[in-house]
């Protein structure tokens, strides 16, 4: 049997061969299709592993800081600087008028402030107490290491909403009586609670010794 070859036109393909061509560009473009989801896809997942790097490196740092100001609560040092927390600095123990020989623990305004927002709406992390009282945070978590090794504050590890962990504060019974009996002794006397003022006034000695 002999093979027919049909004549095509000039510069034209046969058409069975133009067919082939587009079946088989279609399976080409298919494919890119495919191949630009799935590169869509990956970038996607390497976004969302680089966030997750992130949100684990900065439970690694706040869970460093929590352990850090345990350690302070429980040896009185700062972690940092490997020196000793200075304890009475602010809040030193003075002697009660009314009883002469009773000592009782000084508040002074930056703790009277960070107590007073502990006991509105506590418990609060360090952030949060800043903003609350407008102090520095690292004043903050200084005063709270000292008062959680007295008793007078619980700091708990909790987990926030983006998935870090940090310590929340709150006041403890002995810390309540602690504020209650500095709130009675300046009532009693006629003493004005402590300011705002008088609290930075406070920062800028410590800052300046």
């Known amino acids: 049997m002999a093979l027919v070859i049909k004549k095509h036109p000039r510069h034209s393909l046969p058409l069975d061969v133009k ?3 587009q079946r088989i560009r279609s399976g080409l473009d298919f494919r890119a299709k495919e191949n630009s989801r799935r590169r869509s896809e990956a970038d996607d997942i390497i976004k969302a592993c680089e966030a997750v790097d992130a949100q684990i490196a900065e439970q690694r740092r706040n869970l460093e800081a929590v352990e850090k100001m345990y350690l ?24 009660d008028d009314a009883g002469g020989k009773q000592k009782r623990n000084r508040i002074g305004p930056q703790r009277y402030f960070m107590f007073d927002a502990l006991r509105r709406h506590g418990p609060l992390d360090a952030a949060s107490l800043a903003n ?3 102090l520095p945070v690292r004043r903050i978590r200084e005063q709270m290491a000292i008062d959680a090794k007295r008793g007078n504050i619980e700091a708990m590890t909790f987990a926030i909403l983006d998935g870090g962990i940090g310590p929340r504060f709150k ?19 006629g ?19």
């Not at 429980?74 to 030193?92: F, R």
């Open 171 to 189: 006041l403890t019974k002995d810390g309540e009586s602690l504020l209650a009996g500095f709130l009675d002794y300046r009532q009693r006397r």
């Open 132 to 134: 609350a009282t407008s």
């Open 72 to 95: 302070a609560a429980m040896t009185g040092q700062n972690a940092e600087a490997g020196e000793k927390t200075p304890e009475h600095s602010a809040d030193a123990d003075e002697s």
């Open 19 to 21: 067919e082939l061509h």
């Open 191 to 209: 003493i004005p609670l402590p300011t705002h003022e008088e609290a930075m006034a406070e920062q800028f000695e410590m800052e300046g010794t």
